[in-house]
């Protein structure tokens, strides 16, 4: 009896906690899904007939997406620019290689809300893509994995996402030590070639240009007027030859938020030699320069084109003729650093209207192959270039010397709209 009683007591303790904390019986279910989601890890491989592939890999509660042009075998590395895309709890980075398999773009950040978006994408694609692995005709293979072994050699960095990080830091020091090379060069020369006073008064030139947030020595990328310490243009339009990168480094150099090296702004006090910019103006920047990488095979899928010919197309015709097109052919566009229809463009590629850039969508779509479908991840789903619509509006073109006005008129003004996904 006094056994069935304290059984009793038991059961009333178990359930009286239960009832003050739900949660103790629902973390247990929570493990037991995490333990079962782990059994499911796998490596997703759907590849088209026109050569281009993607690769899912779930691995440990890691999402990784690659995405490019396959070689005949699926288990070789991708031929061709291809794009790493990796999620690891409100982690998350993006990598962009050239041909040669060499980085040439990288971003890595904590963003909650756009590792959950890709979370729900990589979901609800591999759902679809594993529903059709069966069916004939489809080359889509799904294999499961225990252990790290069970990846691919050349793919199994995609779930290593501290050694991505450490590649895409070593890229951006890559790029400053470049830049800190090419001032240490100019300062050696300029001390062999110039006697102690004219070094001194080098010196105090730059001294005074450190009070003005520029660095020690002014030193610019060969090939670019805007692309380091001050710049060397006489005038807003003079651009180097490598004027794409060249109008990024214009664009960033005017940024209407920021902080001069050395003064106080905003509450915040810039130790540094040099500019610091709102993080927009950085973001966009990086997003301009994206737009430089060019698809191999084409003249015309990138900024400006590789040829003075317009019926010269690259290897991949079709796509290049979408390009070429989208270039040449759209009747309501607004050039990088102009203004047009009451919208001044201040990014490093022109405006086009939206519906040019949907015929460019769709044009690519209906090629469908591994280079047009890059081109247009590029183009809508990374860079993410922006269009605009044309909406009539009332407006003042007469007014008396005290500002009333005595003439109207209707004109076309642009407003900007964020792509489509492709």
């Given at each position: 009896?006094k056994?069935?009683?304290?059984?009793?007591?038991?059961?009333?303790?178990?359930?009286?906690?239960?009832?003050?904390?739900?949660?103790?019986g629902?973390?247990?279910?929570?493990?037991?899904?995490?333990?079962?989601?782990?059994?499911?890890d796998?490596?997703?491989?759907?590849?088209?007939?026109?050569?281009?592939?993607e690769?899912?890999?779930?691995?440990?509660?890691?999402?990784?997406?690659?995405?490019?042009?396959?070689?005949?075998?699926?288990?070789?590395?991708?031929?061709?620019?291809?794009?790493?895309?990796?999620?690891?709890?409100?982690?998350?980075?993006?990598?962009i290689?050239?041909?040669?398999?060499?980085?040439?773009?990288?971003?890595?950040?904590?963003?909650?809300?756009?590792?959950?978006?890709?979370?729900?994408r990589?979901?609800?694609?591999?759902?679809?893509?594993?529903?059709?692995?069966?069916?004939?005709?489809m080359?889509?293979?799904?294999?499961?994995?225990?252990?790290?072994v069970?990846i691919?050699?050349?793919?199994?960095?995609?779930?290593?996402?501290?050694?991505?990080?450490?590649?895409?830091?070593?890229?951006?020091?890559r790029?400053?030590?470049?830049?800190?090379?090419l001032?240490?060069?100019?300062?050696?020369?300029?001390?062999?070639?110039?006697?102690?006073?004219?070094?001194?008064r080098?010196?105090?030139?730059?001294?005074?240009?450190?009070?003005?947030?520029?660095t020690?020595?002014?030193?610019?990328?060969?090939?670019?007027?805007?692309?380091?310490?001050?710049?060397?243009?006489?005038?807003?339009?003079?651009?180097?030859?490598?004027?794409?990168?060249?109008?990024?480094?214009?664009?960033?150099?005017?940024?209407?938020?920021?902080?001069?090296?050395?003064?106080?702004?905003?509450g915040?006090?810039?130790?540094?030699?040099?500019?610091?910019?709102?993080?927009?103006?950085?973001?966009?920047?990086?997003?301009?320069?994206?737009?430089?990488?060019?698809?191999?095979?084409?003249q015309?899928?990138?900024?400006?084109?590789?040829?003075?010919?317009?019926?010269?197309?690259?290897?991949?015709?079709?796509?290049?003729?979408?390009?070429?097109?989208?270039?040449?052919?759209?009747?309501?566009?607004?050039?990088?650093?102009?203004?047009?229809?009451?919208?001044?463009?201040?990014?490093?590629?022109?405006?086009?209207?939206c519906?040019?850039?949907e015929?460019?969508?769709?044009?690519?779509?209906?090629?469908?192959?591994?280079?047009?479908?890059?081109?247009?991840?590029?183009?809508?789903?990374?860079?993410?270039?922006?269009?605009?619509?044309?909406?009539?509006e009332?407006?003042?073109s007469?007014?008396?010397?005290?500002?009333?006005?005595?003439?109207?008129?209707?004109?076309?003004?642009?407003?900007?709209?964020?792509?489509?996904?492709y």
């Open positions: 009896m056994y069935l009683d304290s059984m009793q007591k038991l059961v009333c303790a178990v359930l009286f906690l239960l009832i003050l904390n739900p949660s103790l629902s973390s247990a279910q929570v493990d037991n899904e995490i333990v079962s989601t782990t059994k499911d796998f490596i997703l491989t759907d590849t088209l007939s026109d050569g281009e592939i690769r899912r890999i779930k691995f440990r509660g890691i999402l990784a997406l690659e995405t490019g042009v396959s070689s005949n075998d699926t288990a070789q590395p991708i031929r061709g620019p291809k794009v790493w895309q990796v999620a690891s709890g409100k982690k998350f980075i993006q990598l290689y050239d041909d040669q398999s060499r980085l040439v773009d990288c971003e890595y950040m904590i963003d909650a809300e756009m590792s959950a978006e890709f979370r729900k990589f979901k609800d694609e591999t759902e679809t893509f594993s529903s059709r692995a069966h069916l004939e005709g080359n889509v293979t799904l294999r499961h994995l225990e252990s790290i069970d691919d050699d050349n793919v199994r960095d995609l779930v290593n996402y501290k050694h991505l990080r450490r590649a895409c830091k070593r890229l951006h020091k790029m400053k030590s470049a830049a800190a090379g001032r240490k060069s100019q300062v050696k020369s300029e001390g062999n070639s110039t006697s102690h006073d004219d070094l001194e080098t010196l105090e030139r730059s001294k005074r240009a450190s009070s003005k947030s520029t020690t020595f002014e030193a610019l990328m060969p090939g670019t007027k805007w692309c380091g310490s001050g710049s060397s243009a006489g005038q807003w339009q003079d651009v180097g030859s490598y004027s794409g990168a060249d109008l990024c480094c214009r664009e960033h150099d005017h940024c209407p938020f920021k902080v001069n090296g050395l003064t106080t702004n905003y915040y006090f810039n130790f540094r030699l040099f500019t610091v910019s709102h993080c927009d103006c950085d973001e966009r920047v990086r997003r301009d320069a994206l737009m430089l990488v060019r698809v191999p095979g084409t015309w899928c990138g900024v400006g084109s590789r040829t003075t010919n317009e019926n010269e197309l690259g290897g991949f015709q079709s796509t290049d003729r979408c390009c070429r097109i989208h270039d040449l052919h759209c009747p309501f566009f607004i050039n990088t650093l102009t203004e047009n229809y009451g919208l001044y463009n201040w990014r490093a590629y022109t405006l086009n209207h519906d040019c850039d015929r460019f969508r769709t044009c690519l779509k209906m090629t469908n192959t591994a280079a047009s479908n890059m081109v247009g991840k590029i183009f809508f789903n990374i860079v993410q270039t922006k269009c605009f619509v044309l909406k009539p009332t407006v003042c007469e007014r008396l010397w005290w500002g009333r006005c005595v003439k109207s008129e209707l004109e076309k003004r642009a407003y900007i709209r964020d792509p489509l996904k």
